[in-house]
């Protein structure tokens, strides 16, 4: 898989108006609630019970904290805590961490006849990223991965990033289709121009996006 700073230099798509796809990674394309986020929340209250010398009770109240207010807990952490963003990501995403996450074969099928290029926006790592494509059967899906370090870890969902993605493919927003499982995050990409899908088990769109799939539908009901 070719990183995302070097796959729009070399692909033709800008020259072709066809659908650039944007997807958010945990409980997108996969169901982190059953594979990743249990594990991934125990280690972000032992990294921060460490780092902060707080219990149990109070390392969960401030992620959730910092989650709600900045959008990510590592964004709260820079600002009040000066945490060293590349130590915190390493330590929440460990290799063992997506071990658990089955092949989808459906997924891929549906992957496939994308009538476009595909990518994955996460606010994790594209190490995690590809390790969690690759247990899906799907790595060679995507043309590449725009993670955190690429949005110099401020992360969904804010509009810089999202902005940053639209100079490095050099499309205009217009073309993007963007999967994501959070209404915040689907905000800021209709707000600058994108096409959106909330991925939800609701029957309608949250406030920022035009179209509503449960996991299931997304894939079986042609978008």
Same mark, same amino acid.
């Given at each position: ?23 958010? =990674? ?21 990294? %921060?019970?460490?780092? =902060? ?23 709260? %952490? ?35 006849? %994308? ?13 995690? /990223? ?15 991965? !725009? ?30 289709? !963007? !999967? ?8 800021? /990409? ?34």
């Amino acid at each position: 898989m070719a990183s995302a700073r070097s796959v729009s230099a070399r692909c033709g798509w800008r020259r072709r108006p066809i659908p650039i796809f944007l997807f958010d =990674l945990d409980n997108t394309l996969y169901d982190a609630n059953c594979h990743c986020f249990p594990r991934m929340h125990a280690f972000i209250h032992d990294y %921060l019970m460490r780092r =902060l010398d707080l219990d149990e009770a109070g390392a969960s109240a401030l992620r959730q904290h910092y989650w709600r207010r900045y959008g990510t807990t590592l964004a709260g %952490l820079m600002r009040h805590h000066d945490v060293d963003p590349v130590e915190f990501l390493e330590a929440i995403h460990p290799p063992a961490l997506a071990a658990t996450v089955p092949e989808d074969a459906g997924l891929r099928q549906w992957l496939r006849h %994308l009538p476009g290029p595909a990518f994955v926006f996460t606010n994790s790592v594209a190490s995690h /990223a590809r390790r969690v494509l690759a247990q899906l059967g799907v790595e060679d899906q995507f043309v590449g991965i !725009f993670d955190m370090h690429f949005a110099s870890y401020c992360g969904k969902p804010d509009a810089e990033v999202y902005r940053r993605i639209l100079r490095e493919l050099r499309v205009p927003s217009w073309r993007c289709i !963007f !999967f994501d499982d959070s209404r915040a995050n689907l905000r800021t /990409a209709r707000w600058l121009g994108m096409h959106t899908v909330h991925i939800s088990r609701r029957r309608h769109p949250g406030k920022g996006a035009d179209r509503v799939r449960t996991p299931i539908q997304w894939r079986h009901q042609g978008g």
